[in-house]
């Protein structure tokens, strides 16, 4: 069934799909809108990593 995943074919398939539904002009502003919503994503995940390496874990035991 699956053996690799996506092959670049896939992947072809897929870029095409996306122009056809957004459109060559809103690809820039969705392709900004995407990164930013991943670097957001990234420095609130560090945050909360760092966030759960300082405090200590306390276990009740009920």
């Known amino acids: 069934m ?5 092959e670049p074919w ?3 398939i897929v870029a095409i799909v996306v122009i056809a539904l957004f ?3 809103k690809l ?4 900004r809108a995407l990164g930013k919503s ?3 994503l ?3 995940a560090k945050a909360m ?3 759960d390496a300082q405090e200590p874990r ?3 035991h009920t």
């Open 49 to 51: 990593k760092e966030t």
């Open 10 to 12: 896939h992947l072809l």
């Open 58 to 60: 306390t276990e009740s």
């Open 2 to 6: 699956l053996r690799n995943g996506l």
């Open 38 to 40: 991943m670097r957001i």
């Open 28 to 31: 820039p502003d969705t392709a």
């Open 42 to 44: 990234k420095s609130e």
């Open 23 to 25: 459109g060559s002009k």
